[in-house]
């Protein structure tokens, strides 16, 4: 079945670090294209980070070298690991997996098919 459970989130100063884990099922895990979207009140939802199975990884330009997303295959868990956290981090952020490999698992992919309920990441200046 499909399972996405998003966790680590939480409230930190400008400069932190927060570590972002999202569990999946076995079905979900095994998707090509698994990422990490943010989205915060009245705009659009962003990709941040995206992974393949095939172990390539994208990134917005805004979180480059802060942000490393990850997988761990034992665990069934998708990670992003957030440093040097700025107040414009601050949102929602949701875990989100695809199957399809029609579309590049780039931050820019608007068909996503499955998603986690989101994890809030405040961070304050």
């Known amino acids: 079945q499909v399972q996405l459970v998003e966790s680590g989130g939480g409230s930190v100063q400008a400069g932190g670090s927060l570590r972002l884990s999202c569990a999946a099922s076995?079905?979900?895990?095994?998707?090509?294209?698994m990422s990490w979207f943010r989205q915060v009140p009245g705009k659009e939802r962003e990709g941040v980070a995206t992974?393949?199975?095939?172990?390539?990884?994208n990134y917005a330009d805004s979180v480059k070298g802060r942000f490393t997303i990850s997988r761990d295959n034992a665990k069934k868990t998708l990670y992003l690991q957030m440093n040097s956290l700025k107040p414009e981090d601050t949102g929602m952020y949701y875990c989100?997996?695809?199957?399809?490999?029609?579309?590049?698992?780039?931050?820019?992919?608007?068909?996503?098919?499955?998603w986690g309920q989101g994890t809030q990441v405040t961070v304050s200046s």
């Open positions: 989100a997996a695809d199957p399809r490999t029609s579309r590049p698992c780039t931050v820019g992919r608007r068909e996503i098919d499955y």
């Open positions: 076995e079905y979900t895990y095994s998707m090509y294209c």
């Open positions: 992974s393949t199975t095939g172990g390539w990884s």
